[in-house]
Structure formats: structure tokens, C-alpha cells
């Protein structure tokens, strides 16, 4: 029975099916990025991602159909992800809303927006019709434009992570890094720490949004529902890519940007991961159980690490 279902198992169909599992690694690493802003730097649990990353889909859908090029449809997704962030954050600031019902808050509010935005549940585009950033014809196609396709994304996530490395440099970067590390002694400095939490949040949605309007050109339609556990994926890739490469890099410069790469590469191994899960023909019904189990044990494993460690230490001396 067992030497039954291992033969049952093709090996080219894993390898046929790799390459679009890593473009769509690539494509959710921009939301990745995000999350980590949040919950790294900010240590808020934002789930407006569920709700701001069908926004972005929704805009950049509907403003292509409209006749907008493809490249300027994904800038106004950024900035329509940062309009989410923006009323996350004044729920949490001007109002005093607890951060993670703020954030549940404008999630359900923004289903009906993207309904509006995109007049009914779904909408598509074609990549025959528009000129699309990514496709995943493009994937299939041959191998020249396969790997422009890969360089354009790799290059993309790495401007990405560039811009960001240089912007956290800046004053104002430092200050939501120090609001996000000790938001008393961020006031003590004279920092406006409500100010920076609302940037963060904007900053943070603005590449949800961006990685919802390549997510939407990719698979050539915006749905109301696309967002969906989003989150989860985003806290997988960065609990991955930090647990599995934090310990690899021992120099004290440019850590900042290794950890963001680190957490980029998260999400395209979660998404192999999922290849290889759905490859042993698992159902795919369990496909969200699986994912919140993978996180549970990614997340638990830096706390039991330091918990049996500080015993292993107290039985070494005694």
C-alpha cells in the first residue's frame, strides 16, 4: 500500500509545478515585507492585510479595464493600501481603538469598499488584452521569457528591500524603529509616537496593497476574497525566514536588510513548502489548517528554544 502511493507520486509534475509556486512566492514576499514592518518593527498586529491586499487587486483590476497602464495601476494599489493603513491607524491613534480590533475594524469595512470598487465580487484581465507586470503565462511561457519574468521579480524584491533599508536609515525611519523598540522612551525623545505608528501602518498596507495589484495581474482577476488568511501567510514567511536564517549571518552590518531578505525568502520556501504538501496529494481543504500549524510551530520555536536552553544550562552547572 505504501510503495503503492509513493509510485503513485510523479516527480516532474513537483518540478512542472515549482516554477509558478516561486513567482508566487516572490509576488507575496512584497507582502511579507509588510507584515514584517508591523509585527517586527512595530509589534502590531495589523490584520487590515486581509482587507487592504484585496484593495490593492481590486484598484489596479479595475484601473487597468479602465484603460491605465498596468505599471501606474500597481503605484495607485500603494497608495490605496496606504489609505487602509492610514484608517487603521487613526482608529488606533485619534480614537483609541485597541490595535487589533482597529485593524479587524477596517477589514470588514474595506469587503464592501472593494465591492464597490470593483462592482461585484470579481473581476478579470487579460493578459492577451493589457500589458501585463505579471502573468502567469508568463511562467509557462518559454524559457527567455521565463527568465526575464524571474529577474524582473527577483530585481524587484531586492529594489524593494533596498528602498526600505535606506528609508529606516533616515531620521524618520529611526524614529518608528525606536517607537516600535520603546514607545515610553520614543516620547521621552520627543517623538510623536502616534504620528510614527500611522506611517508605519500606511507604509506597511501601501506593499500590501502593491503585492495585491501584482497578485491580481498574476493570476489575471481581483476577488473580493483574495486577501483571505493573508496574514497568516505574511507571519509564515517572516517567522520562517527568521527562525531558519537568523543564525547564518554574524555581521553586525546591513542585518537589517538580511533580516528583510531572510523573511522574502520565507515566503518563496512557504510556498514550496505547499508544492511539495500538495504534491503528497494532501486535500487541499486543509490547506489553511496546515498553514496556521506551520506558523504555531515556527512561532513557538524561538520561546521553547530559550525555555530548554536556560535548563540545559541550569542542570550543565549544578
Same mark, same amino acid.
Given at each position: 500500500?505504501?510503495?503503492?502511493?509513493?509510485?503513485?507520486?510523479?516527480?516532474?509534475?513537483?518540478?512542472?509545478?515549482?516554477?509558478?509556486?516561486?513567482?508566487?512566492?516572490?509576488?507575496?514576499?512584497?507582502?511579507?515585507?509588510?507584515?514584517?514592518?508591523?509585527?517586527? =518593527?512595530?509589534?502590531? %498586529?495589523?490584520?487590515?492585510?486581509?482587507?487592504?491586499?484585496?484593495?490593492?487587486?481590486?484598484?489596479?483590476?479595475? +484601473?487597468?479595464?479602465?484603460?491605465?497602464?498596468?505599471?501606474? %495601476?500597481?503605484?495607485?494599489?500603494?497608495?490605496?493600501?496606504?489609505?487602509?493603513?492610514?484608517?487603521?491607524?487613526?482608529?488606533?491613534?485619534?480614537?483609541?481603538?485597541?490595535? #487589533?480590533?482597529?485593524?479587524?475594524?477596517?477589514?470588514?469595512? +474595506?469587503?464592501?469598499?472593494? =465591492?464597490? #470598487?470593483?462592482?461585484?465580487?470579481?473581476?478579470?484581465?487579460?493578459?492577451?488584452?493589457?500589458?501585463?507586470?505579471?502573468?502567469?503565462? &508568463?511562467?509557462?511561457?518559454?524559457?527567455?521569457?521565463?527568465?526575464?519574468?524571474?529577474?524582473?521579480?527577483?530585481?524587484?524584491?531586492?529594489?524593494?528591500?533596498? =528602498?526600505?533599508?535606506?528609508?529606516?536609515?533616515?531620521?524618520?525611519?529611526?524614529?518608528?524603529?525606536?517607537?516600535?523598540?520603546?514607545?515610553?522612551?520614543?516620547?521621552?525623545?520627543?517623538?510623536?509616537?502616534?504620528?510614527? !505608528?500611522? @506611517? %508605519?501602518?500606511?507604509?506597511?498596507?501601501?506593499?500590501?496593497?502593491?503585492?495585491?495589484?501584482? &497578485?491580481?495581474?498574476?493570476?489575471?482577476?481581483?476577488?473580493?476574497?483574495?486577501?483571505?488568511?493573508?496574514?497568516? #501567510?505574511? =507571519?509564515?514567511?517572516?517567522? #520562517?525566514?527568521?527562525? @531558519?536564517?537568523? !543564525?547564518?549571518?554574524?555581521?553586525?552590518?546591513?542585518?537589517?536588510?538580511?533580516?528583510?531578505?531572510?523573511?522574502?525568502?520565507? %515566503?518563496?520556501?512557504?510556498?514550496?513548502? $505547499?508544492? $511539495?504538501?500538495?504534491?503528497?496529494?494532501?486535500?487541499?481543504?486543509?490547506?489553511?489548517?496546515?498553514?496556521?500549524?506551520?506558523?504555531?510551530?515556527? @512561532?513557538?520555536?524561538? &520561546?521553547?528554544?530559550?525555555? &530548554?536552553? !536556560?535548563?540545559?544550562?541550569?542542570?550543565?552547572?549544578?
Amino acid at each position: 500500500m505504501v510503495l503503492e502511493y509513493f509510485a503513485s507520486l510523479d516527480p516532474m509534475a513537483l518540478l512542472r509545478s515549482l516554477p509558478g509556486n516561486i513567482a508566487q512566492g516572490l509576488i507575496w514576499a512584497v507582502m511579507a515585507l509588510g507584515v514584517f514592518i508591523t509585527f517586527r =518593527l512595530l509589534d502590531f %498586529a495589523d490584520l487590515t492585510v486581509d482587507g487592504s491586499l484585496a484593495t490593492g487587486g481590486a484598484v489596479a483590476v479595475v +484601473l487597468i479595464r479602465a484603460g491605465v497602464h498596468p505599471a501606474i %495601476a500597481l503605484v495607485v494599489a500603494f497608495i490605496a493600501g496606504m489609505l487602509c493603513g492610514l484608517v487603521t491607524g487613526l482608529l488606533h491613534t485619534a480614537l483609541g481603538i485597541p490595535g #487589533i480590533l482597529a485593524g479587524i475594524l477596517t477589514q470588514i469595512s +474595506l469587503y464592501s469598499i472593494n =465591492l464597490g #470598487i470593483m462592482g461585484k465580487s470579481n473581476q478579470a484581465v487579460n493578459v492577451d488584452q493589457y500589458p501585463l507586470v505579471a502573468s502567469l503565462r &508568463y511562467v509557462t511561457g518559454d524559457t527567455a521569457t521565463k527568465i526575464g519574468f524571474f529577474a524582473f521579480l527577483i530585481i524587484g524584491c531586492l529594489v524593494i528591500i533596498a =528602498l526600505l533599508y535606506l528609508f529606516f536609515g533616515t531620521e524618520l525611519g529611526g524614529a518608528i524603529r525606536a517607537t516600535g523598540c520603546n514607545p515610553n522612551m520614543a516620547r521621552a525623545q520627543g517623538i510623536n509616537t502616534n504620528l510614527m !505608528k500611522v @506611517l %508605519a501602518l500606511m507604509l506597511s498596507n501601501g506593499l500590501v496593497g502593491l503585492c495585491g495589484g501584482i &497578485y491580481a495581474q498574476y493570476q489575471g482577476a481581483a476577488d473580493v476574497n483574495m486577501g483571505r488568511g493573508a496574514i497568516v #501567510i505574511g =507571519l509564515a514567511a517572516v517567522i #520562517i525566514g527568521e527562525v @531558519l536564517f537568523a !543564525k547564518l549571518y554574524t555581521g553586525r552590518k546591513f542585518t537589517f536588510a538580511y533580516t528583510m531578505m531572510a523573511v522574502a525568502i520565507g %515566503a518563496i520556501l512557504y510556498y514550496v513548502v $505547499i508544492t $511539495i504538501v500538495l504534491w503528497f496529494k494532501m486535500p487541499s481543504d486543509y490547506m489553511k489548517l496546515f498553514s496556521a500549524v506551520v506558523v504555531a510551530i515556527f @512561532l513557538s520555536v524561538p &520561546y521553547l528554544k530559550g525555555k &530548554y536552553g !536556560k535548563k540545559r544550562k541550569g542542570v550543565a552547572k549544578s
